[in-house]
């Protein structure tokens, strides 16, 4: 039987492709022939698509291609940066040592991007299940009291009414407010995703956003500062490190940004000249470029400025999550509060009338 191909299931792992560039690290280091490595971690992986790539990577080497130049067929498994820093090792004739850095850095990049999901994910696990209660009470919970009220005739006070009528709505037309939800994410999913003017407002709104701005800084100086400091430290040249640094920060300011700063470099302008005039970029990150290329030790600051960025990111997203918990806590309590409020009362008056 044919192996189902899912998308989402049949990709390769970050911590595979760790594991793959580390193991053959070692075997190169220990003198083993590339096919001959390529062969055997082949046959370590369970991963099947995994498996069909390191095939088609051991044929190439085979043929006599370079592995950069077989691993670059497979853009969604290895990116630009992997195979620039491929390339460069074998340039250099230094592949072992590039490879056994590269997946150092690997893991950090995995370590950060981590911390930054699971620091989220529990104030989102929070809204999402006290959404769920309040739409319960309003499906389940209000329709039935609303018999009794209506048996007991009795005059309801203004935020009952809201309430019943809000009720109302959701169990007459659920199906429309699904669809409508449905449709309003999906159209914010495609205009932010797929059309360039709406992934330069999405950009935009990453950096500027009050509370957001203030990690989004620090996360997009440690992906630039690590990129950087990793693709010049295995031998990349400058212009080419930037142009593979625009993809991996991922944001249409700072692509603007880095482009200019291509052509002044091309044009014999240190990098930190134009840096130093753009808001979007931190004085921190200008200044240690501006003494690294002074001292030609340009790679080592630009991974001091990546681990200092990373530490901050850590404080202060820890920061965001303790004040975020309380704060969604007591908003959507208030909500709660407010629908309790609302059944209770009449219910109170009704036993009032009744003794």
Not at 29 to 42: M, Q, T, V, Y
Not at 94 to 102: A, G, I
Not at 143 to 151: E, H, N, R, W
Not at 222 to 234: K, P
Request: net charge positive; with cysteine.
């Amino acid at each position: 039987m044919k192996n189902i191909n899912i998308p989402f299931l049949s990709r390769v792992k970050n911590k595979e492709k760790v594991f793959f560039t580390r193991q053959l690290s070692v075997m190169i280091s220990a003198g083993l022939a590339l096919d001959n490595c390529i062969r055997l971690l082949r046959m370590q992986t369970k991963n099947p698509t995994f498996q069909n790539i390191l095939d088609k990577v051991y044929q190439d080497i085979l043929a006599g291609k370079t592995l950069s130049d077989s691993l670059s067929q497979f853009p969604k498994t290895f990116d630009n940066f992997f195979v620039a820093v491929v390339r460069s090792g074998e340039t250099l004739g230094k592949l072992d040592f590039v490879l056994n850095h590269l997946a150092e850095q690997m893991e950090l990049f995995q370590g950060f991007s981590s911390k930054i999901k699971s620091a989220l994910a529990y104030p989102i696990f929070i809204i999402v299940a006290m959404i769920a209660v309040v739409v319960m009470m309003m499906v389940k919970v209000v329709p039935t009291l609303k018999t009794v009220f209506a048996d007991a005739g009795a005059e309801l006070p203004f935020a009952t009414r809201v309430v019943m009528a809000t009720s109302d709505f959701l169990v007459a037309y659920w199906w429309l407010v699904l669809m409508i939800l449905v449709v309003l994410s999906t159209g914010i999913y495609l205009l932010f995703r797929y059309v360039e003017r709406g992934r330069l407002w999405w950009d935009t709104i990453k950096l500027k956003m009050p509370i957001v701005n203030f990690v989004s800084y620090d996360v997009y100086m440690a992906r630039f500062a690590r990129t950087m400091g990793m693709l010049i430290q295995s031998g990349v040249p400058v212009i080419e490190a930037i142009k593979i640094t625009i993809a991996v920060v991922n944001n249409r300011i700072y692509t603007k940004i880095l482009k200019n700063v291509i052509l002044q470099v091309e044009r014999g302008i240190p990098m930190s000249v134009p840096l130093e005039k753009e808001k979007d970029f931190t004085i921190l990150t200008t200044q240690m470029i501006m003494i690294g290329e002074q001292t030609g030790k340009l790679e080592m600051l630009l991974n001091k400025v990546a681990e200092y960025y990373e530490q901050e990111t850590d404080i202060k997203i820890k920061t965001i999550s303790s004040l975020i918990e309380p704060v969604t806590i007591v908003i959507i309590g208030v909500g709660v509060a407010f629908i309790l409020y609302s059944i209770l009362y009449p219910i109170y008056s009704l036993t009032s009338v009744i003794k």
